[in-house]
């Protein structure tokens, strides 16, 4: 089959297509066709072996999996032993183990369910480790709260201002001006362009902050008394890519009246599930800034990195 693969870190030009060996389905298993794969931030991450501590759990001196890619959407190819709740022909969205930059991918069965119906392939391949991160990192909010969203034109942001807006919360959303009627038209109450607004003061029940450049006191001046900050992802840099912001907010926390937090999402086909209700009532709606065939790839993600995109990049195969 086709794939997009790596044999060493670096920069997206590690990234070739090739001719490799199809995956096979394991015990709780699924072997999906896939039709298309998410570009998110954890992509590059693996791809160039940054921060460095990443490497830890995927390969010290080259990657493990060498296909690249994460977010899935496809049909069912197969099933291994143990596998209940998919069957051969549906059609699927979620996480893969194998690479989803490829003709085909396997992925755990508690990882993968129905697709959308109101979603093509393209769509539903936005969603899954975006849209689940946003999930899990609003767990907290309640109706009538006042939440805020940092990087709200993203990945994560895009799905973190429609989730809190149905949740029944004020969403402000922080992004560059040239975004600002993206997050508008997600549904955000307020837009703030982060190159000239200044945030409020005490204003905030959460704080989602998928941005990752701002101090933990400018993001605590911001929040209630008792209010919540979420740190997701790590962008900033430096010898641990941001992490050492999240493990001082989690060291802090104990201490004061607020909570903060870091946020390491998990993947779970029981969130997908949730969001394909969410996304089939209208509540949820992938937004797409582009779309690139599999054999070009490595300019998707140079355009991730590079050009900070409205919303969500995706792969067809």
């Known amino acids: 089959m086709k794939a997009i693969v790596q044999d060493r870190y670096g920069p997206p030009e590690v990234l070739r297509l090739d001719e ?23 992509t590059w991450h693996l791809m160039a072996g940054q921060p460095r501590v990443v490497r830890l759990a995927v ?16 049909v069912v190819e197969a099933v291994g032993a143990g596998v209940t ?20 991918a396997v992925g755990r ?15 539903a391949a936005a969603v899954p480790i975006s849209a689940g991160t946003a999930l899990q990192g ?16 993203g990945g994560v942001g895009s799905y973190a201002v429609q989730l809190a807006k149905a949740a029944c919360a004020h969403v402000t959303g922080v992004c560059s001006t040239a975004k600002l009627d993206l997050v508008r038209e997600l549904g955000a109450d307020e837009a703030l362009d982060y190159t000239r607004d200044e945030l409020p003061a005490a204003a905030y029940d959460l704080i989602l902050d998928a941005g990752g450049n701002r ?7 911001s929040l209630t008394p008792k209010g919540t900050l979420v740190l ?41 599930a949730h969001l394909r209700t969410l996304i089939e009532f209208g509540k949820v709606t992938p937004a797409i800034d582009r779309t690139y065939p599999l054999a070009e790839a490595p300019a998707a993600i140079h355009h991730l990195r590079e050009r900070h995109p409205r919303g969500k990049l995706v792969i067809t195969v």
Do not use: M, W
């Open 20 to 42: 490799t060996d199809q995956p096979v389905a394991g015990s709780n298993q699924v072997l999906v066709r896939v039709r298309a794969a998410g570009v998110d931030q954890g």
């Open 59 to 74: 390969g010290l001196r080259r990657p493990r999996v060498r296909i690249s890619g994460r977010d899935v959407a496809g």
């Open 85 to 104: 709740e998919l069957k051969v022909g549906d059609e699927v969205y979620g996480t893969c183990e194998s690479g989803s930059f490829a003709e085909y």
């Open 109 to 123: 069965a508690d990882r993968l369910t129905r697709k959308p119906a109101n979603l093509t392939f393209e769509q």
């Open 138 to 153: 609003l767990r907290d909010v309640r109706p009538g709260d006042h939440v805020l969203v940092l990087g709200a034109a």
């Open 215 to 221: 101090s933990l006191r400018t993001l605590r001046r």
């Open 232 to 272: 997701v992802g790590a962008e900033t840099g430096g010898a641990l890519g941001g992490l050492d912001r999240a493990l001082r907010a989690t060291l802090l926390s104990p201490f004061i009246g607020q909570r903060l937090r870091g946020l390491i999402s998990t993947e779970r086909a029981d969130d997908y």
